[in-house]
Protein backbone atom coordinates (compact mmCIF):
# COMPACT_ATOMS: atom_id res chain seq x y z
CA UNK A 1 0.00 0.00 0.00
CA UNK A 2 0.91 3.55 -0.63
CA UNK A 3 1.62 5.71 1.74
CA UNK A 4 -0.29 9.34 2.25
CA UNK A 5 1.24 12.48 2.06
CA UNK A 6 -1.01 15.11 3.27
CA UNK A 7 -0.67 18.84 1.90
CA UNK A 8 -1.52 21.28 4.69
CA UNK A 9 -1.51 24.51 2.70
CA UNK A 10 -5.08 24.86 2.18
CA UNK A 11 -5.17 25.57 6.09
CA UNK A 12 -2.84 28.37 5.61
CA UNK A 13 -4.71 29.40 3.01
CA UNK A 14 -7.89 29.49 5.18
CA UNK A 15 -6.59 31.43 7.72
CA UNK A 16 -4.72 33.88 5.26
CA UNK A 17 -8.25 34.62 3.99
CA UNK A 18 -8.62 37.01 7.42
CA UNK A 19 -5.01 37.58 7.99
CA UNK A 20 -5.83 35.61 11.57
CA UNK A 21 -4.18 33.02 13.57
CA UNK A 22 -6.87 30.16 12.83
CA UNK A 23 -7.28 27.68 11.30
CA UNK A 24 -3.46 26.63 12.38
CA UNK A 25 -1.69 24.67 9.85
CA UNK A 26 0.39 22.74 12.54
CA UNK A 27 -2.75 21.83 14.98
CA UNK A 28 -4.01 20.40 11.60
CA UNK A 29 -0.86 18.33 10.88
CA UNK A 30 -1.31 16.50 14.17
CA UNK A 31 -4.71 15.65 13.66
CA UNK A 32 -3.96 14.44 10.19
CA UNK A 33 -0.72 12.36 11.71
CA UNK A 34 -3.75 11.26 14.19
CA UNK A 35 -5.72 10.03 11.21
CA UNK A 36 -2.95 8.06 9.60
CA UNK A 37 -0.91 10.28 7.71
CA UNK A 38 2.48 8.88 6.76
CA UNK A 39 3.82 12.23 5.98
CA UNK A 40 2.78 15.85 6.26
CA UNK A 41 3.54 17.41 3.17
CA UNK A 42 3.55 21.95 2.98
CA UNK A 43 4.96 24.41 0.28
CA UNK A 44 7.25 27.48 1.71
CA UNK A 45 6.65 30.05 -1.17
CA UNK A 46 8.32 33.12 -2.08
CA UNK A 47 5.22 35.03 -1.81
CA UNK A 48 4.48 33.38 1.57
CA UNK A 49 0.84 33.17 0.40
CA UNK A 50 -0.16 30.51 2.96
CA UNK A 51 2.40 29.00 4.64
CA UNK A 52 4.87 31.23 6.81
CA UNK A 53 8.43 30.92 8.25
CA UNK A 54 7.14 30.17 11.25
CA UNK A 55 4.50 27.65 10.31
CA UNK A 56 7.47 25.95 8.82
CA UNK A 57 9.94 26.52 11.94
CA UNK A 58 7.19 24.77 14.30
CA UNK A 59 6.15 22.34 11.35
CA UNK A 60 9.58 20.81 12.02
CA UNK A 61 9.94 21.43 15.55
CA UNK A 62 6.72 19.15 16.03
CA UNK A 63 5.72 16.47 13.16
CA UNK A 64 6.49 13.17 14.02
CA UNK A 65 6.04 11.32 10.54
CA UNK A 66 8.15 12.31 7.62
CA UNK A 67 8.05 16.02 6.59
CA UNK A 68 8.23 17.25 2.81
CA UNK A 69 8.72 20.65 1.76
CA UNK A 70 7.52 21.66 -1.71
CA UNK A 71 9.63 24.38 -2.58
CA UNK A 72 11.12 26.16 -5.98
CA UNK A 73 14.60 26.03 -6.61
CA UNK A 74 15.45 30.15 -5.52
CA UNK A 75 18.22 30.81 -3.53
CA UNK A 76 16.82 31.74 -0.50
CA UNK A 77 14.38 29.14 -0.29
CA UNK A 78 16.95 26.35 -0.70
CA UNK A 79 19.03 28.24 2.15
CA UNK A 80 16.16 27.82 4.52
CA UNK A 81 15.36 24.44 3.29
CA UNK A 82 19.09 23.73 4.46
CA UNK A 83 18.71 25.17 7.85
CA UNK A 84 15.03 23.49 8.42
CA UNK A 85 16.01 20.30 6.68
CA UNK A 86 13.12 18.43 6.65
CA UNK A 87 13.31 14.87 5.69
CA UNK A 88 12.60 15.48 2.15
CA UNK A 89 12.32 18.45 -0.13
CA UNK A 90 10.19 18.67 -3.08
CA UNK A 91 10.99 21.00 -5.98
CA UNK A 92 8.13 22.04 -8.29
CA UNK A 93 7.83 24.73 -10.12
CA UNK A 94 6.52 28.23 -9.30
CA UNK A 95 4.72 31.07 -10.52
CA UNK A 96 2.73 34.06 -8.90
CA UNK A 97 -0.07 34.15 -10.92
CA UNK A 98 -1.13 30.66 -10.82
CA UNK A 99 -3.50 29.48 -8.16
CA UNK A 100 -2.06 26.26 -7.14
CA UNK A 101 1.33 24.07 -8.95
CA UNK A 102 0.39 23.61 -12.06
CA UNK A 103 2.11 20.69 -14.12
CA UNK A 104 5.66 19.91 -13.37
CA UNK A 105 9.68 20.91 -13.25
CA UNK A 106 11.14 21.16 -16.34
CA UNK A 107 13.98 18.91 -15.07
CA UNK A 108 15.51 18.27 -18.81
CA UNK A 109 15.80 22.47 -19.32
CA UNK A 110 17.18 23.11 -16.15
CA UNK A 111 19.07 20.22 -15.05
CA UNK A 112 22.14 22.02 -14.23
CA UNK A 113 20.65 24.32 -11.63
CA UNK A 114 18.32 21.30 -10.45
CA UNK A 115 21.29 19.19 -10.21
CA UNK A 116 23.24 22.38 -7.98
CA UNK A 117 19.91 23.06 -5.82
CA UNK A 118 19.93 18.99 -4.96
CA UNK A 119 23.99 19.29 -4.10
CA UNK A 120 22.88 21.83 -1.39
CA UNK A 121 19.99 19.81 0.05
CA UNK A 122 21.73 16.45 0.41
CA UNK A 123 24.62 18.16 1.61
CA UNK A 124 22.22 19.12 4.18
CA UNK A 125 21.24 15.90 4.93
CA UNK A 126 17.51 15.97 2.98
CA UNK A 127 16.29 13.49 0.21
CA UNK A 128 15.02 15.52 -2.63
CA UNK A 129 12.28 14.80 -5.09
CA UNK A 130 11.28 16.46 -8.29
CA UNK A 131 7.72 17.26 -8.82
CA UNK A 132 7.70 16.21 -12.69
CA UNK A 133 5.41 15.71 -15.66
CA UNK A 134 5.00 11.62 -16.20
CA UNK A 135 7.36 12.18 -19.43
CA UNK A 136 10.62 9.95 -20.30
CA UNK A 137 13.09 12.87 -20.47
CA UNK A 138 11.93 14.51 -17.28
CA UNK A 139 12.32 11.16 -15.75
CA UNK A 140 15.58 10.53 -16.90
CA UNK A 141 17.11 14.01 -16.09
CA UNK A 142 16.18 13.93 -12.45
CA UNK A 143 17.50 10.58 -12.50
CA UNK A 144 21.05 12.40 -14.16
CA UNK A 145 20.33 15.39 -11.64
CA UNK A 146 20.96 13.09 -8.62
CA UNK A 147 17.00 12.93 -7.36
CA UNK A 148 16.17 11.06 -4.77
CA UNK A 149 12.70 10.11 -6.26
CA UNK A 150 10.18 11.96 -8.23
CA UNK A 151 6.55 12.66 -7.96
CA UNK A 152 5.05 12.79 -11.14
CA UNK A 153 2.11 15.00 -12.01
CA UNK A 154 -1.51 13.12 -11.77
CA UNK A 155 -3.06 16.40 -13.43
CA UNK A 156 -3.39 14.97 -16.94
CA UNK A 157 -5.58 12.08 -15.66
CA UNK A 158 -7.86 14.23 -12.65
CA UNK A 159 -8.19 17.01 -15.60
CA UNK A 160 -9.37 14.20 -18.08
CA UNK A 161 -13.30 14.92 -19.77
CA UNK A 162 -14.01 11.51 -20.59
CA UNK A 163 -13.53 7.63 -20.32
CA UNK A 164 -10.83 7.43 -22.98
CA UNK A 165 -8.74 10.39 -21.85
CA UNK A 166 -8.48 9.03 -18.61
CA UNK A 167 -7.72 5.71 -19.43
CA UNK A 168 -4.52 7.09 -21.67
CA UNK A 169 -3.35 9.44 -18.88
CA UNK A 170 -3.91 5.69 -16.54
CA UNK A 171 -1.57 4.49 -18.76
CA UNK A 172 1.05 7.00 -19.00
CA UNK A 173 1.48 7.27 -15.26
CA UNK A 174 1.74 3.68 -15.14
CA UNK A 175 4.64 3.30 -17.84
CA UNK A 176 6.67 6.40 -16.35
CA UNK A 177 6.39 4.37 -12.92
CA UNK A 178 8.11 1.95 -14.73
CA UNK A 179 10.49 3.91 -16.01
CA UNK A 180 11.45 5.60 -12.73
CA UNK A 181 11.87 2.66 -10.76
CA UNK A 182 13.83 1.61 -13.44
CA UNK A 183 15.80 4.75 -13.11
CA UNK A 184 16.59 4.03 -9.52
CA UNK A 185 14.24 6.62 -8.27
CA UNK A 186 11.30 6.20 -5.68
CA UNK A 187 8.26 7.39 -7.01
CA UNK A 188 4.98 9.36 -5.60
CA UNK A 189 2.07 11.08 -7.36
CA UNK A 190 -0.13 13.79 -6.51
CA UNK A 191 -2.25 16.56 -8.02
CA UNK A 192 -5.68 17.15 -8.40
CA UNK A 193 -6.42 13.44 -6.45
CA UNK A 194 -9.95 13.26 -4.65
CA UNK A 195 -12.06 11.29 -3.11
CA UNK A 196 -14.01 10.09 -6.07
CA UNK A 197 -10.98 10.05 -8.58
CA UNK A 198 -8.21 7.83 -6.99
CA UNK A 199 -9.15 4.30 -7.22
CA UNK A 200 -7.32 4.07 -10.52
CA UNK A 201 -4.52 5.45 -9.49
CA UNK A 202 -4.32 3.87 -6.38
CA UNK A 203 -4.52 0.80 -8.34
CA UNK A 204 -1.00 1.33 -9.97
CA UNK A 205 1.89 -1.03 -8.31
CA UNK A 206 4.86 0.80 -7.83
CA UNK A 207 3.50 4.05 -6.53
CA UNK A 208 5.60 4.53 -3.11
CA UNK A 209 3.30 8.08 -1.89
CA UNK A 210 0.85 9.99 -2.88
CA UNK A 211 0.54 13.44 -1.73
CA UNK A 212 -3.44 14.70 -1.22
CA UNK A 213 -4.21 18.39 0.15
CA UNK A 214 -7.32 20.04 -1.26
CA UNK A 215 -9.41 17.77 -1.23
CA UNK A 216 -8.71 16.12 1.93
CA UNK A 217 -8.99 19.80 3.45
CA UNK A 218 -12.37 20.19 1.82
CA UNK A 219 -14.04 17.16 3.44
CA UNK A 220 -12.36 17.93 6.80
CA UNK A 221 -14.79 20.90 7.02
CA UNK A 222 -17.06 18.48 7.14
CA UNK A 223 -16.01 15.21 9.00
CA UNK A 224 -12.77 16.87 10.66
CA UNK A 225 -9.03 16.24 9.75
CA UNK A 226 -8.70 13.22 11.17
CA UNK A 227 -11.61 11.74 9.92
CA UNK A 228 -10.72 13.16 6.42
CA UNK A 229 -7.34 11.46 6.58
CA UNK A 230 -8.53 7.83 7.82
CA UNK A 231 -11.22 8.25 4.72
CA UNK A 232 -8.17 8.97 2.31
CA UNK A 233 -6.05 6.01 4.02
CA UNK A 234 -8.99 3.07 3.71
CA UNK A 235 -9.33 4.32 -0.03
CA UNK A 236 -5.52 3.92 -0.84
CA UNK A 237 -5.62 0.31 0.96
CA UNK A 238 -8.86 -0.89 -0.88
CA UNK A 239 -7.92 -0.09 -4.32
CA UNK A 240 -4.24 -0.69 -3.94
CA UNK A 241 -2.53 -3.25 -5.61
CA UNK A 242 -2.42 -6.63 -4.12
CA UNK A 243 0.64 -9.33 -3.86
CA UNK A 244 0.73 -12.21 -5.72
CA UNK A 245 1.74 -14.84 -3.86
CA UNK A 246 4.40 -16.65 -5.95
Given at each position: MAGLGVNIDHVATVRQARRTDEPNPVWAAVEAELGG????????????????????RLLR???????NMEM???????????ELRPAQATLVPERRE??????????????????????RLHDAGIEVSA????????????????????????GAYANARSQPEAREALA????????????????????GLT??????????AGFSEFNIGHSIVSRAVFVGMREAVRLMKELLDRHGPREVDS
Amino acid sequence: MAGLGVNIDHVATVRQARRTDEPNPVWAAVEAELGGADCITFHLREDRRHINDQDARLLRETVAVKLNMEMSMAQAIVHIACELRPAQATLVPERREELTTEGGLDVARLRDRAAEAVRRLHDAGIEVSAFIEPAADQIQASADAGFDAVELWTGAYANARSQPEAREALAVLSSSVSAGRGAGLVVHGGHGLTYRNVAPVAAIAGFSEFNIGHSIVSRAVFVGMREAVRLMKELLDRHGPREVDS
